[in-house]
């Protein structure tokens, strides 16, 4: 049972941290490099939407509106990131979060992009990797840049989780001593 409940906590803990820092690169991106992040009422207007039964949409952006869509939408993209770092750590396994490492952090980060571009992208209106936006080629290198982020994120929050896990488990063999 320890397992599971660990495994259920480094998901939760690696995956709000991670999503929090590509939140903050994508704050960083908007304010220093003008390059415009995606709406979380837009994102929360397809899972109420998605809740309702329909996935499909010619465009999101003409798609009723619901109440608390911003708030449905910050939701739902912390609960992603919270499932990718569960699908993360269930490839790489707990003892990562133990000793993390960047490349598998980054591979897996760029790799959560197949979702935007395979999946929601095509399904809110916007083409396969947003071949049907105003600007393809910069939604999709801002899609990168923020997968990225999410990748790096992954490291950093795990490095932060080992060095609590550290003073938690020494602190008990010290205080033993």
């Known amino acids: 049972m320890t397992k599971y409940r ?23 991106s908007g304010t220093f490099l003008g390059m415009r992040g995606a709406s979380n ?7 109420a939407h998605l809740a309702d039964g329909t996935f499909q949409h010619s465009t999101i952006m003409q798609a009723p509106e619901f109440a608390n869509e911003v708030i449905i939408g ?27 490492t ?3 952090a980054l591979i897996f980060g760029i790799s959560t992009i197949i979702a935007p571009f395979f999946l929601m992208q095509p ?10 936006s105003p600007d393809p080629m910069g939604a999709r290198i801002r899609n990168l840049c923020t ?9 950093v929050s795990a490095t932060v989780l080992c060095q609590i896990l550290r003073r938690r488990f020494l602190g008990r063999s010290t205080a033993r001593a």
Not at 41 to 47: K, S
Not at 147 to 153: K, L
């Open 147 to 155: 997968h990225f982020a999410f990748g790096v994120g992954l490291y």
């Open 41 to 47: 009422a837009i994102l929360g207007r397809w899972f």
């Open 6 to 28: 660990d495994y259920v906590l480094y998901s939760l803990f690696v995956g709000i941290g991670a999503t929090l820092v590509l939140d903050l690169w994508i704050l960083f």
């Open 102 to 104: 960047l490349l598998p």
């Open 123 to 132: 399904s809110m209106g916007f083409g396969i990797a947003s071949s049907l």
């Open 74 to 100: 910050w939701l739902g993209h912390y609960m992603v990131g919270i499932l990718f770092a569960g699908l993360f750590l269930a490839v790489m396994g707990l003892d990562w979060v133990r000793r993390p």
